[in-house]
């Protein structure tokens, strides 16, 4: 589906009417002179809702922008590269290297996920010689990953800072204070591919629901298919893309780090048309590793250590997902009321719900 500046409050999706959600829209150039109205405002969408846009059209964002464009065409370059290059070193550690499709759990049940995913870590792009395949590691690829890991740290940063300030914190209390860039962390820029899928016949579809282990995660998609479920809402709606902005949301770390009064962002990855490739760009601001905050479930861990649990329950087979405290993959958010199992559309619903998509309704 093209991105449109007219967003529906609804469309057909799966055989049935699913909502389109409404986020508010946060101006990166005012936090960055930390405008108090819209610190304030930052702020309360954090806490209450847990996502918005992040506008980067104004001077100082635009850079951004063009760095996102630069790592698109990087991304086009690597996925369409044959997969014994791709899959160079593997999956070197969680947050960095290759994932093929279908290492993880899919968006229906009995599903496994249907996108390959390239990470390249902070601390790794930092160093000499970056551990990364072969077919990106030359001079201008590593310096447009150099690039949009910069802009991306100094966006989720801009955005702690303004947090800290509207909570009134101080000194090493400050948000961004544990989340400095020469302390270990996982903070990772991961780009994702997803392939085309027909829900009604394929077996490697879309993404889990969950939520980020991340502080903030800085999402960048020009198509459709991601979708949300905010608090105090009965069902998963759709995130329209919004040209000149990112998405942003509150990811588990910085919830916890809150006291729990920030609200991490339930999302999901559902195949919108399954004729499209999806790609995206997803920046995980990661708290330093030895980083200490109570979980959901009252345990006094690391941040490091509430990482590796929750990747190892997303890479879990389901049985082993089950087994696990419901509070890793949704990292303590509550849903209001149970959902109906997930099941994959007969090609009746596919049909009728995908051919009738329409961003101009």
């Not at 939520?211 to 905010?230: A, K, N, V, Y």
């Amino acid at each position: 589906m093209a991105t449109s500046t007219e967003v529906p409050k609804t469309v057909q999706w799966n055989g049935k009417t699913v909502p389109v959600y409404p986020m508010e829209t946060v101006s990166f150039d005012q936090l960055l002179s930390q405008e108090p109205s819209e610190v304030e405002k930052v702020l309360r969408v954090c806490e209450t809702a847990g996502f918005f846009y992040l506008d980067l059209q104004g001077i100082d964002g635009r850079r951004m922008l063009d760095d996102q464009k630069k790592t698109l065409d990087l991304m086009h370059r690597f996925f369409e590269s044959p997969l014994e290059e791709k899959n160079q070193y593997g999956l070197v550690q969680p947050h960095l290297g290759y994932e093929p499709i279908g290492s993880r759990t899919g968006v229906f049940e009995g599903t496994k996920d249907g996108y390959e995913m390239v990470k390249v870590s902070r601390d790794e792009i930092q160093k000499s010689s970056p551990h990364i395949p072969s077919i990106i590691k030359n001079s201008p690829d590593i310096t447009v990953l150099e690039n949009a890991i910069a802009s991306c740290n100094i966006a989720t940063k801009t955005i702690l800072s303004a947090l800290s300030t509207a909570c009134g914190l101080t000194g090493a209390a400050r948000f961004e204070n544990s989340h400095r860039n020469d302390r270990p962390s996982t903070t990772t820029l991961s780009m994702m591919h997803y392939i085309p899928s027909d829900p009604a016949k394929d077996q490697k579809i879309g993404h889990q629901k969950h939520t980020d282990i991340s502080s903030l995660t800085l999402l960048f998609s020009e198509e459709w298919g991601m979708q949300i479920r905010p608090p105090k809402s009965k069902e998963f709606g759709f995130v329209a893309p919004k040209p000149g902005c990112a998405i942003i949301n509150v990811g588990d770390s910085l919830r916890f780090a809150s006291g729990h009064k920030m609200q991490s962002c339930i999302h999901r990855v559902v195949p919108f048309d399954p004729a499209q490739h999806r790609y995206s760009i997803a920046y995980f601001l990661r708290a330093e590793d030895d980083t200490m905050f109570t979980d959901s479930e009252g345990r006094y861990i690391t941040a490091g250590q509430w990482h590796d649990e929750k990747f190892m329950a997303f890479t879990d087979i389901p049985i082993m997902q089950a087994k696990a405290p419901k509070t890793m993959l949704l990292g303590g958010m509550k849903e209001d009321d149970e959902e109906e199992t997930e099941v994959a559309p007969t090609p009746a619903m596919a049909l009728g719900g995908m051919k009738e998509i329409s961003v101009d309704a």
